[in-house]
């Protein structure tokens, strides 16, 4: 019985060695997907998330904007729709090793279901990144709009950017759009309360004024989710130092100082 036993285990202990190889080669696979991806954008007869955010773009681009930002725009927003069509690959592989390893943590299906987590959820930031810079490229630094820069600073670090732009300019007593588009729900939160806590020490006296667009989720199954976001995030106590009017018909919430 004893060395059935140990058979049984060895042959166990093969196959979740034979099984751990197979994940792990499909993990290394994944490092192709951001070109595979880019490819597909290529492909797409739909309107891409680029090519809508460039038809937006041309609704409010400021007079005598310059040609490299629309360049800029479209590099990153490509690569930001490259980095989510990732994540959707990535989504079902993550899903598929879990199931394999069941409860187990030990478990190489497991383990390797942790991983792609901790790759999907980096493809995620990434994503986020290029969208928030490509939202923003007039108001940021030349060494910051690029697809190398935005994915390197992720989330924290582009925003960390912006925020820095933002500053400046409500100091100024300007007027200022953050746009939202493409960026989910909770990387959205993130962003509005940041902006705002900037938005909050500038001074009152230079009248800045702040906008939040994200559009009228005409591209969302749900409708338009980031203003209930926007919406929820200005009902705390601490905003109430703002004027907040939600314009449905442009997406937008526009703000100044009380």
């Excluded at 992720?154 to 007027?175: I, P, S």
């Excluded at 926007?230 to 004027?243: P, R």
Aim: charged letters at 30%.
């Amino acid at each position: 019985p004893t060395r059935r036993e140990d058979a049984a285990r060895d042959a166990r202990r093969e196959r979740d060695e034979a099984r751990a190889r197979r994940v792990e080669e499909a993990e290394l696979e994944l490092d192709a997907l951001r070109d595979e991806a880019a490819a597909d954008v290529l492909d797409q007869d739909v309107e891409t998330p680029a090519e809508q955010i460039a038809r937006q773009r041309r609704r409010f681009r400021p007079t005598g904007a310059e040609p490299s930002h629309a360049e800029a725009e479209q590099a990153l927003l490509r690569a930001g729709e490259a980095e989510r069509k990732a994540v959707g690959r990535t989504y079902p592989a993550m899903k598929s090793a879990f199931a394999r390893g069941g409860d187990a943590p030990d478990h190489p299906d497991a383990r390797a279901g942790h991983a792609l987590r901790l790759r999907m959820r980096a493809q995620q930031d990434r994503a986020a990144a290029l969208f928030l810079v490509a939202n923003h490229v007039p108001l940021l630094p030349a060494h910051v709009v690029t697809v190398e820069a935005a994915t390197r600073l992720r989330l924290e670090g582009a925003l960390n950017e912006l925020l820095v732009a933002l500053n400046d300019r409500f100091n100024a007593g300007e007027a200022v759009m953050v746009d939202l588009h493409w960026l989910g729900a909770r990387d959205a939160t993130f962003v509005v309360q940041e902006v705002l806590a900037v938005f909050a020490r500038a001074p009152k006296m230079n009248a800045p004024r702040l906008a939040f667009m994200c559009g009228r989720g005409m591209h969302s199954r749900e409708g338009p989710k980031l203003l209930g976001c926007i919406k929820s995030e200005l009902s705390h106590e601490k905003w109430g130092i703002f004027v907040a009017t939600e314009d449905r018909q442009r997406g937008a919430y526009d703000l100044r100082h009380r």
